[in-house]
């Protein structure tokens, strides 16, 4: 069978598509026919090589994948089940997790991220990490959806607490991350602003419900904010980019307002305005990944079409090194997909 590959960290030229091992079924494991797979920010990073993280070489990257199920052993799934793969693997036995709190587990750790992937034709997902996927919905959407909806709700809804009087702004809603948070801060009632990094991205931010949608590459964002909320500013802020916006992220915030993070994709090394911090009493949120719980709770309303993931590009999983490119040039809005070769 075929999967993306690479040997080294690098640049794209890295990455290939080639023959890879059979995967075995291992006990507690569900072997899945892969439908199609998604990219993430997170498969860039591990291109890269992140720090601490010393991987196996070759690496099969992915985090997203949906699929029918081949042979589900004795779990809960049976073959021909639809299913999509949802990445956080936790312990089931630390503090944390006793506490329900899988996210921050001891051992907390990424399928794709610091083990083997799913940009395969092929894999075997343990069945703790799938979801069903309902017959009618598509399996490029299913593929799609995991990890960015699922890191946005527990963003929002779970740290941030967002209530419907709120409003809230969300920075890059052509990421991944940042169009699933548009649009479960609308689901939810709130007020939304957003920024784009041009006026197409920001019609299609508006479609999906962001009121105003400030470029900044023209104007600063926090005076935009400041100016269309009468000097008052926002509640909640979904900052992922980082060390570029952070300053203007919690200018942003009203009085008592939240900022909620789970990226820091221009750098972590921000400066901070401490005395902004105290002086307008905020709060500052880190947020990673998701529960099952949480994962459930979103995709059940992606599965009904009450969030919808966009996909910006749905191409061969041979053309892996091209999705890399559009995400890391901001090229385009939403998710790219990678469907294996021999499904299209
Ligand atoms: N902690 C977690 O659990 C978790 C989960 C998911 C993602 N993340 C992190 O969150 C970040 C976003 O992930 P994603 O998958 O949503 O990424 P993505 O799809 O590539 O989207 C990133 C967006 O950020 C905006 N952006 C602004 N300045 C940028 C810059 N200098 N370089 C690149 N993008 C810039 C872009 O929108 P414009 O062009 O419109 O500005 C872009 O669409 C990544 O750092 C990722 O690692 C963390
Ligand atoms: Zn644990």
Request: net charge negative; aromatic share 6%.
């Amino acid at each position: 069978m075929k999967a993306v590959r690479f040997s080294e960290h690098g640049g794209r030229d890295v990455i290939g598509y080639g023959e890879s091992e059979e995967p075995t079924r291992k006990e507690g494991e569900v072997l899945i026919d892969v439908k199609a797979a998604a990219l993430n920010h997170l498969d860039v990073w591990t291109r890269r090589g992140l720090p601490g993280i010393d991987l196996n070489m070759p690496h099969v990257p992915g985090s997203d994948a949906a699929g029918v199920v081949v042979d589900g052993g004795a779990t809960r799934f049976d073959e021909g089940d639809g299913v999509a793969v949802w990445s956080g693997v936790a312990c089931g036995d630390c503090e944390f997790c006793r506490n329900g709190d899988e996210p921050l587990c001891t051992s907390f750790h990424i399928i794709g991220e610091h083990v083997e992937g799913v940009h395969a034709e092929r894999v075997s997902v343990p069945a703790e990490n799938l979801v069903r996927v309902p017959d009618d919905v598509d399996m490029k959407r299913a593929a799609a959806a995991p990890l960015v909806f699922g890191t946005a709700w527990r963003m929002l809804v779970t740290r941030a607490g967002l209530r419907p009087t709120e409003n809230v702004l969300v920075l890059g809603a052509s990421g991944g991350v940042g169009h699933a948070c548009v649009q479960i801060a609308r689901h939810a009632g709130a007020t939304v602003y957003a920024t784009a990094g041009s006026d197409e991205k920001a019609e299609t931010a508006r479609k999906l419900g962001a009121e105003r949608v400030f470029d900044y590459t023209d104007e600063n964002f926090a005076d935009a904010v400041r100016e269309a909320t009468d000097g008052r500013g926002v509640d909640v802020v979904v900052d992922h980019v980082g060390k570029e916006t952070w300053r203007d992220s919690l200018a942003s915030l009203a009085k008592g307002g939240r900022l909620v993070t789970c990226g820091a994709t221009t750098g972590g090394d921000a400066t901070t305005d401490i005395n902004r911090i105290f002086w307008n009493q905020l709060d500052v949120y880190g947020s990673t990944m998701a529960t099952r719980g949480e994962v459930d709770d979103v995709l059940s309303l992606v599965w009904e079409g009450a969030l919808e993931p966009r996909i910006r590009a749905t191409l061969p999983m041979s053309e892996a090194k091209e999705g890399h490119r559009m995400l890391e040039e901001r090229d385009g809005f939403g998710k790219v997909v990678l469907v294996p070769d021999t499904e299209l």
